[in-house]
């Protein structure tokens, strides 16, 4: 069993940056992928970014690439998201998540884990 959690949200003004962290314990996760997804209020929940086991390959998802770079250490077992020039569509509770496979992926239902969420808010 894998527990995640995510902290590092804030209140940020528009063009800032922020840095999410999401630390998995109960489990070695270097052979799962991960991935951070959004959902903000009244909105379906929205894939943001995912990294293979390795960290040797990522994917976005429109709205945040080249703003948002997903990373991990598996030495520490952790994984993490770098914001930068927010904006306040950006506002969102944002989930950590890990999946059993190997590979990245952009469906919610491909994960088996998740965080409890920590609140993004950016103003203008």
């Known amino acids: 069993q894998v527990q995640l959690v995510e902290s590092g949200g804030a209140l940020v003004q528009a063009g800032g940056s922020l840095r999410l962290s999401c630390a998995a314990s109960?489990?070695?996760?270097?052979?799962?992928?991960m991935g951070w997804f959004r959902q903000a209020p009244g909105k379906e929940r929205e894939f943001v970014a995912a990294?293979?086991?390795?960290?040797?390959?990522?994917d976005y998802g429109d709205s945040v690439k080249g703003r948002f770079t997903i990373s991990r250490n598996n030495a520490r077992n952790t994984a993490a998201l770098q914001m930068d020039s927010l904006r306040p569509e950006d506002t969102a509770v944002y989930y950590c998540?890990?999946?059993?496979?190997?590979?990245?992926?952009?469906?919610?239902?491909?994960?088996?884990?998740w965080g409890q969420g920590t609140q993004v808010t950016v103003s203008s």
């Open positions: 998540a890990a999946r059993r496979i190997y590979y990245t992926s952009r469906t919610p239902n491909d994960y088996n884990y």
């Open positions: 990294i293979s086991g390795s960290g040797g390959r990522t």
């Open positions: 109960g489990r070695t996760v270097s052979s799962y992928g």
